[in-house]
């Protein structure tokens, strides 16, 4: 079904193509040693280089190229042996030295795709146009004075990797959806940390609209999006705007536009005169980056399974469903823990468990996979006590919760609560017994055909046994007496 | 190639140089020599070649992603014009 948004003449189409800046995680700067830590008093992690001192040099860092790469091998993408630098020329008081270092016409990184999934299943492909590497600008703050702008320069320098998608998105969902397997690889690649609260991640939207069967018409830019629920509610706001200018009579202008959350619309960032004009050229301070295809091919052997991979070997290895699947290799801490409980146990009551009653108690108490109050093995041992009949279904809910709260072995809670499973066939049979003799009514109305009262006998003699019983022994007992 | 009197008001813009209208004709005449000269490269025929960044076979030279340098607030501030604190200061700049 394609996604349109309903006009005056009609459905519209919508075209989307995300720019994504990713901060690499490296140590040092792109281009000097000063460091790339977050945080930091103002302008300390700064060099004569980032502040742009004349006759100060670029120094390419070797790790980030690798992280690059990394990325680009995640992406499955294209990885260019010979990339350049080029500088891309605007004037902004947090670049001191008027331009950025940047890769326009040779990037390190070419074509590669990401595979999405919606949430009706539906499995897409977003094409990669490329990546490239770049430095990262200062900061500005204009709430400090009332006539200037404070300028600190920790994070001009900073290698980012800005990843460009083909305009293969068509609804906001997809974009919703590609933001967040980007940052899955990112995060499982450990090339960047993927916070988009934080900045290490912010996305540049660009979105046009059309009517079905149309070439593209012209798109606007929106700059700097910081989550992915802004990305999502930018592209509806943006081509909102667009169908109603076309459908006016008028024409969508190219520009670059803001999108205001709180307004929950977007508007002209600068004026057509101030339009961009980078004059990009060599920068003749770098020669270009030739790479050996043996460090590329080592890089791709030191890669981390990645999530996709680790989807399918979990279905074929584990035999759960794909969405449960898909649910475990979110973060690959997440698929860390699973696997633990998994070993050697029931691998599909292990993945109910961690992701039914474990993600619930993480939500409850706030906590993540990292910091969880069950460790892995403590999960798992409880499962073995189900699996080896010790405890049934139910009462494990009651030792989980007691595990929660006590941090206490299932083991220990067992034998502390004395909620071990009853399997004495003398004792079933007996609260068997007695039930059918306390409720001889209910026993002929089922003799007469009221089959549904199974169930009230099943439940009759759990509660007389307090939950203990083996609850496959007690249908075994009252199928033979009834 | 030849530049016209907007073209070069635009470029001084692009620049942040400020230039005054009775400039314009000798920075054109100038500019124009300048490409000019420049242009006699055309001459040369480099279909099929592949450019020549350097003379020598010498590729980027990289460095490991060790911290080296920072820490010197005073020395990167020391030419601001106006600095308050740990933070240098423009007029004010909002969008």
Redesign the interface.
């Known amino acids: 079904m394609t996604y349109t948004i309903e006009g005056r003449t009609g459905a519209w189409e919508i075209v989307v193509g995300l720019e994504v800046h990713a901060q690499v995680i ?3 700067k792109l281009f ?4 790339a830590s977050y945080g930091g ?9 980032d ?1 742009g ?1 004349p006759g100060m040099l670029p ?7 690798a992280q690059a790469i990394r990325t680009g091998l995640g992406l499955r993408a294209r990885i260019n042996l010979e990339s350049r630098f080029d500088r891309k ?1 605007y ?3 947090d670049l001191p030295t008027g331009y950025q270092i940047s890769q326009f016409t040779h990037p390190i990184v070419g074509e590669g795709t990401v595979e999405i999934e919606l949430a009706d299943g539906t499995v897409r492909h977003i094409g990669i146009t490329r990546l490239h590497m770049e430095q990262d600008a200062g900061k ?3 709430d ?10 920790n994070r001009a320098g900073v290698a980012l990797m800005e990843i460009v998608s083909e305009p293969d998105i068509r609804c906001p969902e997809e974009a919703g959806a590609y933001l967040r397997k980007l940052r899955q690889i990112l995060r499982y690649l450990g090339t960047c940390d993927g916070n988009m609260e934080e900045g290490s991640m912010r996305a540049d939207v660009n979105v046009s609209v059309r009517k079905a069967g149309e070439p593209f018409r012209t798109r606007c830019e929106i700059k700097n999006v910081n989550s992915i629920r802004y990305v999502m509610h930018a592209i509806e706001v943006e081509a909102t705007r667009q169908i109603e200018v076309w459908e006016d009579g008028g024409e969508v202008d190219q520009e670059t536009r803001l999108f205001d959350p709180s307004r929950n619309e977007t508007r002209s ?2 004026s057509k005169e101030d339009a961009h ?1 980078y ?1 990009y050229f ?1 920068d003749p301070d ?5 790479v050996e295809q043996a460090w590329v091919d080592e890089l791709e052997r030191a890669l981390p399974e990645l999530p996709d991979d680790k989807r399918d070997r979990f279905i074929k290895q584990y035999g759960i469903p794909r969405y449960d699947a898909s649910v475990l290799v979110a973060e690959q801490a997440i698929a860390d823990y699973y696997e633990e409980v998994a070993k050697g146990r029931d691998a599909r009551l292990a993945a109910n468990w961690v992701t039914g009653d474990l993600f619930g108690a993480l939500n409850r108490t706030g906590r993540t996979i990292t910091d969880s109050p069950i460790s892995a093995a403590a999960l798992g041992g409880m499962l073995d006590l189900v699996s080896d009949k010790t405890i049934n279904g139910k009462i494990a809910k009651e030792v989980f919760e007691d595990m929660l709260e006590t941090g206490d072995s299932a083991a220990a809670i067992v034998e502390r609560k004395g909620l071990k499973q009853v399997t004495d066939t003398g004792a079933i049979d007996a609260a068997v017994a007695d039930v059918m003799a306390r409720n001889a009514d209910k026993v002929e109305e089922y003799r007469g055909g009221k089959d549904r009262l199974f169930g009230f006998f099943v439940g009759q003699v759990m509660k007389a046994m307090a939950g203990k019983a083996n609850p496959a022994m007690v249908n075994e007992a009252l199928k033979k007496v009834l | 190639m030849s530049l016209d009197p907007a073209t070069v008001r635009r470029i001084a813009r ?1 620049a ?1 140089i400020g230039i005054d209208e009775s400039d314009v004709p000798a920075l054109q005449g100038e500019l124009n020599g300048i490409l000019g000269w420049v242009e006699q490269l055309n001459e040369v025929d480099v279909e099929g070649v592949t450019p020549m ?2 003379t020598g076979h ?16 005073d ?3 020391s ?1 601001a014009p ?1 600095a ?12």
């Open positions: 490296s140590h040092s000097s040693g000063a460091s008093e103002p302008n300390t992690h700064v060099s004569l280089v502040a001192f120094v390419l860092n070797q790790e980030c190229v020329n004037f902004y008081a500005s703050m204009h400090q004075d009332p006539a200037r702008s404070f300028i600190d320069l960032l600068r004009d004059r060599p770098l020669l270009p980056l030739v | 692009l942040r960044v350097g010498a590729a980027l030279r990289t460095r490991p992603d060790v911290v080296t340098d920072g820490n010197c607030r020395a990167v501030l030419n106006d308050v604190g740990p933070f240098y200061t423009v007029p004010k700049v909002v969008e």
